[in-house]
C-alpha cells in the first residue's frame, strides 16, 4: 500500500503561483512514477504532469507546458507541482497519483494505469 497525502492548494490571483506537494508513504519503494491529476467541476479528470522516480524523466499535458514544472525528492519521498503563470481555467481539484509499473511512457499519462490516490487539495485561480 502507499499513501498520497497532497498539500499547498488555495485560492490564487490569475498570474500567481502555487506550489503543491504530495508525500509519499508506505510501499513507496515499490512505486515507478508519480502523477499529478486535476478534476474541474463537472468535467472528467485530466492529465497535468507526472515523474519517474528514478531518472526524473518527466511529461506534462499540453496545457502545462511552460508553466508547470514537476520535480520530486526521491529521500523525502515527495513529488512537487510547482504552477506558475495560472489562469481560472487551471482552478480544479489537484490529485496525485503513484503508479507501480513501467508500462511505456504513454501510459504515464493515463489516469486508470495508476495504482494510488491522494485525497485531492483544491485549486482556485480568480481573474
Known amino acids: 500500500q502507499v499513501q498520497l497525502v497532497e498539500s499547498g492548494g488555495g485560492l490564487v490571483q490569475a498570474g500567481g503561483s502555487l506550489r503543491l506537494s504530495c508525500a509519499a508513504s508506505?510501499?513507496?519503494?515499490?512505486?515507478?512514477?508519480m502523477g499529478w491529476f486535476r478534476q474541474a467541476s463537472g468535467k472528467e479528470r485530466e492529465f497535468v504532469a507526472a515523474?519517474?522516480?528514478?531518472?526524473?524523466?518527466?511529461y506534462y499535458a499540453d496545457a502545462a507546458k511552460g508553466r508547470f514544472t514537476i520535480s520530486r525528492d526521491n529521500a523525502k519521498n515527495t513529488v512537487y507541482l510547482q504552477m506558475n503563470s495560472l489562469k481560472p481555467e487551471d482552478t480544479a481539484v489537484y490529485y496525485c497519483a503513484s503508479k507501480l509499473f513501467n508500462s511505456g511512457s504513454h501510459a504515464n499519462t493515463i489516469a486508470n494505469e495508476y495504482n494510488y490516490w491522494g485525497q485531492g487539495t483544491q485549486v482556485t485561480v480568480s481573474s
Open positions: 515523474i519517474t522516480w528514478s531518472g526524473g524523466t518527466t
Open positions: 508506505g510501499r513507496t519503494f515499490s512505486s515507478y512514477a
